[in-house]
């Protein structure tokens, strides 16, 4: 098996006295802002369907000039909105698959799903 740097979640290194450690990083940490500057090169919105987890390689470099835009799937129970995991990743996919089919280019348009 390899391991890819920046890829998995850890690797593989040698301390000062020829020891191998693992030592963790995140995925972004090995990116820095290469993402969101693709994605802010010819656009000024950005629609955020990331887990959190996957997000933090776009929102902490985030400028005043980009509107960026969180959806959150759950259920609303007892005033407080419920994720599930399965049903999370399942409505991000009908949400793109609406997008792509409505060739849809701005916010309002993105309203419509349901």
């Known amino acids: 098996m390899y391991r890819v740097k920046g890829i998995r979640g850890n690797q593989v290194v040698r ?8 030592q963790s990083f995140a995925e972004y940490d090995y990116w820095k802002d290469d993402i969101y500057r693709d994605l802010t090169q010819n656009e000024t919105t950005i629609l955020n369907l990331a887990s959190a987890e996957y997000s933090k390689t776009v929102d902490k470099y985030l400028s005043a000039n980009v509107d960026y835009v969180t ?3 759950g259920e609303l129970i007892g005033g407080k909105l419920i994720e599930k995991g399965v049903y999370v990743k ?5 949400m793109v698959r609406f997008m792509a089919e409505n060739a849809v280019e701005d916010l309002d ?4 799903f349901n």
């Open 109 to 112: 348009k993105i309203k419509e």
């Open 71 to 73: 959806c959150k799937f």
């Open 15 to 22: 301390d000062g006295r020829g020891r191998f450690a693992k």
């Open 90 to 94: 399942m409505a991000r996919g009908e």
